[in-house]
């Protein structure tokens, strides 16, 4: 087998009203229901699938928890402004601009924390 690319991932959140906030109104996204209810955020031709902590979606990780991931989305937004939209709506930048190193090359980082305590990064190419 060999992988082409990424479909979609899941996160455990404890509020999907609260994550959906999060990601609709600081990143972007789209909000988007499908399959009997369950809540996904589209963004480009991907999708994250919100399972709430409560009652987790079989099947699911071994140990579902929100808070645990560390996640990297790439916008074509410079990531200062990016940084200045997000002061507007209270969320905290806990780091950068900083130099890191992506799948495809060099990029220029900020992170924050989503609702959950996931670490997020948001980035531009360099």
């Given at each position: 087998m060999r992988s082409v690319t990424l479909d979609h991932l899941v996160l455990t959140v404890a509020d999907i009203?609260?994550?959906?906030?999060?990601?609709?109104?600081?990143?972007?996204?789209?909000?988007r229901a499908f399959a009997g209810g369950r809540v996904a955020l589209h963004f480009g031709r991907q999708k994250i699938n919100l399972h709430p902590a409560s009652a987790p979606i079989a099947p699911h990780a071994r140990?579902?928890?929100p808070g645990s991931a560390d996640l990297?989305?790439?916008?074509?937004?410079?990531?200062?402004a990016v940084a200045a939209?997000?002061?507007?709506?209270?969320?905290?930048?806990?780091?950068?601009p900083v130099e890191r190193s992506g799948a495809q090359?060099?990029?220029?980082?900020?992170y924050c924390h989503d609702p959950d305590?996931?670490?997020?990064?948001?980035?531009?190419r360099r």
């Open positions: 009203e609260q994550t959906c906030r999060f990601y609709v109104d600081g990143l972007g996204m789209e909000r140990r579902p928890t990297c989305f790439l916008t074509a937004t410079p990531v200062e939209a997000l002061a507007k709506l209270g969320i905290d930048i806990v780091e950068g090359g060099p990029l220029r980082s900020i305590g996931n670490l997020i990064e948001i980035a531009n």
